[in-house]
């Protein structure tokens, strides 16, 4: 994919001296994703091992115990429900954000108060924990979807304004000055050249703020349990744990785990490889 | 000769600095005044800080005059437009987004001189003029130095400018791969009859791609001469530059 094509470095095949296979373990060694799952095998065996050793399976619940149970709530539709009501929350919460910090950093771009504005807005909120707001977004909006969706949107926002500033700032002035030779302006020089020329740190940013809103949302949902009569799944893993169904509250965090897995192998890396790798912009 | 294509009229430039708590101006060019007929091929050459890139910014549109005025075609310049296509020295003047045949497409499209099936047909014309055909679908990073400055100078065909704005576009490449795109562009001239505006720092650049050299002296930017091109002058080139002082400064002449 990243193969140059400089006419002076191809190579012809009276260049090659020696080709040889490489041995199977080594073959296997170089795929990271085959080194990956062993580390995965290796800490589901000491889990395994352990608790069985421990068997007390009130504190500590086994691997296997954990399977039955994720399958158990899967088959049963709880956990399914409770995931899908997460992840619902979850996306209206990030594209809120994301929405308006787009709109923030823009509005930085276009002079040195709004510039100011952000880096004020974000020294002061990006230390705050979002969910510290719970308590007064619960006094404004109520229980509810909303109170949910002001804490994620204020967890995305502030990492996601910051990286984007930083990747328009970082956009070359040649390239500014290309966009503008075009006859390029306002919204559609946003569009065609600074968000795309700015992807990369824009992606970073994406990813910051799907970390930090996922985190937030199972918090909230711990703290504050059912909303609108579905919980989600923080709400499944608080629940579990008051009746002692300790391989459920297990099985909610694989849960959690799974999903930011997927999120990142499923979204991010396929988003990564179309775009900023194979345009060999890589960070 | 015809009304001239572009007229440079007692041009001075400023900069501003407001770093401090003081309000500076700074002037890099001086009271230039010049004019160029169609098809010209006019060099700027100076040192640093002869104000020569500022200057071709200014006719680019990217810096407003300080004093004077230039007029393109009897219409004062007022900022960037595609009638006057950039060319720079930096390798990033590419869209990494999008590919060789991209770039020149989006180009066409985004600055309205073509859409959709016409303007591919264009982009694919002006690749195969700078021999590019082979790399059309690849993506720049995946592209030499020398083959993205030819990208450039195929996507800045392709949008026929009025003017063709040079930035020192070859000042970045390796001696060789200098000289081919100085034949090549030469070979484009003959069959295109561009009007070129090209920034260089040096003379040997200036005589072999000019028609016409402009001399800048520096601090500030001021019209020192401006001289027919012709191999025989590069002794009186050199002593325009560099006066008594030859030894001081080097021509840079890689």
């Known amino acids: 994919m990243t193969d140059k094509i400089y006419d002076l470095e191809v190579i012809t095949p009276d260049q090659v001296v020696e080709q040889m296979p490489l ?21 589901l065996i000491i889990w395994q091992s352990y608790s069985t050793w421990l068997n007390n399976s009130l504190l500590f619940p086994s691997a296997s115990e954990t399977m039955a149970a994720l399958f158990d709530g899967l088959r049963s539709g709880i956990l399914v429900d409770r995931i899908l009501t997460s992840l619902g929350v979850l996306l209206l919460g990030y594209a809120v954000g994301i929405f308006i910090a787009i709109i923030m950093a823009v509005i ?7 510039r100011d504005l952000l880096t004020t807005l974000t020294a002061m909120f990006n230390p705050l924990p979002a969910i510290a707001l ?19 949107a204020h967890s995305v926002l502030w990492s996601f304004s910051l990286n984007t500033l930083a990747g328009f700032d970082g956009v070359s002035p040649t390239l500014r000055m290309v966009g503008r030779n075009y006859g390029l302006k306002g919204l559609p020089y946003v569009i065609h050249i600074l968000i795309p020329a700015a992807f990369p740190s824009i992606l970073t940013g994406l990813r910051l703020g799907w970390a930090f809103a996922w985190r937030t949302l199972i918090a909230a949902e711990l703290v504050f349990g059912v909303s609108a009569g579905s919980g989600g799944l923080g709400w499944y893993i608080y629940e579990n744990k008051n009746q002692l169904e300790i391989a459920s509250v297990f099985a909610g965090l694989s849960s959690v785990i799974m999903i930011g897995l997927v999120v990142e192998y499923l979204v991010f890396r396929v988003i990564e490889a179309k775009t900023v790798r194979r345009w060999g912009m890589s960070i | 000769m015809n009304s001239p294509l572009l007229q440079v009229n007692n041009v001075s430039l400023d900069y501003e600095d407001t770093s401090g708590n003081t309000k500076c101006r700074i002037t890099v060019v001086k009271q230039i005044s010049f004019s160029l007929a169609q098809s010209e091929r006019c060099m700027l050459l100076g040192a640093s800080g002869s104000g020569k890139s500022t200057l071709l910014k200014a006719i680019g549109g990217y810096i407003k005059p300080a004093r004077g005025d230039i007029i393109l075609d009897g219409k004062p310049i007022l900022g960037p437009g595609p009638d006057r296509v950039m060319m720079f020295q930096e390798f990033d003047q590419l869209l990494p987004w999008h590919t060789v045949l991209g770039n020149v497409i989006f180009a066409l499209e985004v600055s309205g001189k073509a859409r959709g099936s016409q303007a591919r047909d264009k982009a694919r014309a002006a690749i195969s003029k700078v021999k590019l055909e082979r790399v059309a679908e690849n993506y720049p990073h995946q592209l030499s130095g020398g083959m993205k400055q030819r990208v450039a100078l195929a996507r800045a065909l392709a949008m026929e400018p009025q003017i063709l704005l040079m930035d020192e576009p070859f000042a970045a490449l390796d001696a060789l791969t200098r000289t081919q795109m100085q034949e090549e562009l030469l070979q484009l001239w003959e069959s295109l ?20 050299i ?16 012709a191999p025989t002058k590069e002794t009186m080139i050199h002593d325009i530059l560099f006066g008594d002082h030859s030894s001081e400064v080097n021509s840079d002449d890689r």
Do not use: C, N
């Open chain 1, 23 to 43: 041995p199977l373990w080594q073959r296997i060694y170089e795929k990271a994703s085959l080194r990956r799952l062993l580390i995965l095998v290796t800490l």
């Open chain 2, 193 to 212: 009859r561009l009007t070129l505006i090209f920034v260089t720092h040096s003379i040997r650049e200036a005589l072999t791609l000019g028609s016409r």
């Open chain 1, 108 to 114: 930085a771009m276009t002079s040195k108060l709004g």
């Open chain 1, 134 to 152: 719970l308590p007064v977004a619960m006094l404004w909006i109520g229980l509810g979807t909303g109170s949910l969706v002001f804490v994620l």
């Open chain 2, 214 to 229: 402009l001399i800048l002296s520096p601090h500030p930017g001021r019209l020192q001469a401006d001289i027919e091109s």
